[in-house]
């Protein structure tokens, strides 16, 4: 196999690394500009607060990622996965019935602890349902891993900073620029829906913007939640996020963005703080709100990945796991992530 991946973001890393824990040759070409995977916050959250259940998947993709993150930090030399708590501030009396609800509930005992007593909640924070920790790995910070996977790659000579150009493109061949290749996997993040063999497929991306804050009050090993997050990074920093908005391509941070989050952030907490940074980035999401991975259905050889959405610190390993092993032959893409399901939508083709 000889694999060209299209994007360096936190995809195309992961997938690189199983490749490369299979011996197989791969070369990553980025652009040198990304706009989401350095710019998320990270969280390996394993609850959807909104119905207070647990997220897609994530009793497979915690395990998983557990045993990734620190092997790749073991192989590249550099951290970037910490552990955190979660505290979350309940949003309604209803919010802390669920909540008391799952905590009888076996298959959430991993995930949900006793609400905290008043006297252990800290006095700043907008907690009139009461407040309670979620037990989660923590978060992987973003430029950390960015910029330790980046320098570790090209080091190595896999990674090459330049724009895929499609007009050197010959996919009937498998050649780029004169090249041979046998597999090229597309992981462009929201770019994909620009990409003129996997356009077709449903993406609804989603602006997000965060602030780094600095402030006295917060505890350094503790995320707060509700409607809103609160991060403690390694850089003895908070990240304040995040905000979401469709049918926009431009990633720059906007003056609407920073005031939604400063709204919000008044539901959560009333300790003040200094804003020292403010970003803002696109996350690759999908329609049904599952990843877009797998073969193009007519021009063999051309792959994606993709789709990750909003939570894909969490997703990847698995999905990287999996992908790279479906290449192999050794195992098949999951039904629910697989593009086979627009298949039908958009191609005469039948199912394999
Ligand atoms: C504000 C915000 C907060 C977030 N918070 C969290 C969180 O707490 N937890 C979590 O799990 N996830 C979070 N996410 C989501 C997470 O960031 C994404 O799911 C993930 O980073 C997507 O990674 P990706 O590699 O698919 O895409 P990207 O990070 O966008 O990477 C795509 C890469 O492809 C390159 N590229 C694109 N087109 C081309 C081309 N034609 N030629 C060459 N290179 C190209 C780009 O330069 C880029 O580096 C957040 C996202 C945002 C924006």
Known sequence: ?????????LSGICLAHQFEKSNI??????EGINHS????AGMINPMTFRRMI?????DDLIPTLLEFYPEIEEKIQNRFFFSRELRRAYNSQHERDLWMKRLEDE??????????????????????????FIDTPGYV?????MKHNHDYFIENGALEYSKFDFDALDHEAKTYKNKAYTHLIFCEGYRGEDNPYFGYL?????????????????????????KCFVLPTEDNDFKL?????????????????????????????????????????????VADRRPLIGEHPTKKGLYIFNGLGAKGYMIAPHFAIEFVDFLKGEATIDKEADIQRFYKKHFKYKKS
């Open 1 to 9: 196999m000889k694999v060209i991946i299209v994007g360096g973001g």
């Open 25 to 30: 040759s791969f070369r990553i070409i980025d």
């Open 37 to 40: 995977s350095k710019v998320a």
């Open 54 to 58: 647990k997220t897609w998947k994530g």
């Open 107 to 132: 298959e959430y005992k991993n995930y949900i602890n006793p609400p905290e007593k008043s006297e252990n909640t800290p006095t700043h924070l907008n907690a009139p349902f009461g407040n309670g």
């Open 141 to 145: 910070d973003a430029k950390r891993f």
């Open 202 to 226: 449903p993406f609804k991306n989603a602006k997000g913007e965060t602030l780094t804050i600095k402030s006295e009050v917060f505890k350094k090993d503790e995320i707060l939640n509700k």
């Open 241 to 285: 996020g995040a905000t979401y908005a469709w049918n926009t391509k431009d990633p720059s941070p906007t003056e609407e963005g920073k005031q939604e989050l400063l709204e919000n952030y008044k539901l959560l907490s009333t300790a003040e703080f200094e804003i020292i940074d403010h970003e803002a980035g696109i996350r690759p999401a």
